[in-house]
């Protein structure tokens, strides 16, 4: 089963390209390899849960998160992202994010935040309302230098309506 997005979620969805980020390559690309650097690719397990604050969430095992992400001083580049989960599958394309000043802009818009370690946007569907939610902590969530993982990567993807969450995706992705 693919995932169906509703209306203008859908087109939302393949116009900007949010969720599994690959951040292209730009010429001021940061080199350092710590654990704020987004760059290169990702992959690995995690967990699909629909409406998990449900009585009787359904949960999935996803055998696969991809990203491939690169990173600019002032620019972040989703190229394309997938994630397996049993029969829950989606593929993402190419999204451009704008830096500055510690938030993340798409086409003019302020949609969330960036400290180098943590990433965190959310994108509503202006026509149907559907809320995108992304956050992505190098390093594993909470870290900070003195407990910082390496070549980690947390990813946590929420979609949202009416104030529920309809769709989570969460996992521990490696640098490959």
Same mark, same amino acid.
């Given at each position: 089963?693919?995932? =169906?997005?509703?209306?203008?979620?859908q087109a939302l969805l393949q116009s900007i390209a949010v969720v599994p980020l690959l951040l292209s390559v730009l010429p001021e690309r940061v080199a350092s390899a710590s654990a704020g650097d987004f760059e290169g690719r990702w992959s690995g397990p995690g967990v699909a849960e629909?409406?998990?604050?449900?009585?009787?969430?359904?949960?999935?095992?996803?055998?696969?998160?991809?990203?491939?992400?690169?990173?600019?001083?002032?620019?972040?580049?989703?190229?394309?992202?997938?994630?397996?989960?049993?029969?829950?599958?989606?593929?993402?394309?190419?999204?451009?994010?704008q830096l500055r000043d510690g938030r993340v802009w798409l086409d003019g818009k302020d949609v969330g935040s960036f400290d180098g370690r943590v990433l965190d946007?959310?994108?509503?569907?202006?026509?149907?309302?559907?809320?995108f939610h992304l =956050?992505?902590?190098?390093?594993?969530?909470?870290?900070?230098?003195?407990?910082? =993982?390496?070549?980690?990567?947390d990813y946590l993807e929420e979609w949202t309506e009416n104030g529920r969450v309809r769709?989570?995706?969460?996992?521990g992705l490696r640098r490959l």
């Open positions: 089963m693919r995932i =169906r997005i509703p209306g203008g979620a629909m409406n998990p604050g449900s009585p009787r969430p359904k949960k999935r095992l996803c055998s696969r998160i991809g990203l491939d992400l690169g990173q600019a001083a002032d620019r972040l580049e989703l190229r394309a992202g997938f994630y397996e989960c049993e029969d829950l599958k989606a593929e993402y394309g190419t999204a451009g994010f946007l959310t994108v509503t569907d202006p026509v149907d309302g559907v809320d =956050r992505l902590a190098a390093g594993g969530e909470g870290a900070s230098p003195a407990t910082d =993982r390496p070549g980690r990567l769709l989570r995706v969460s996992g």
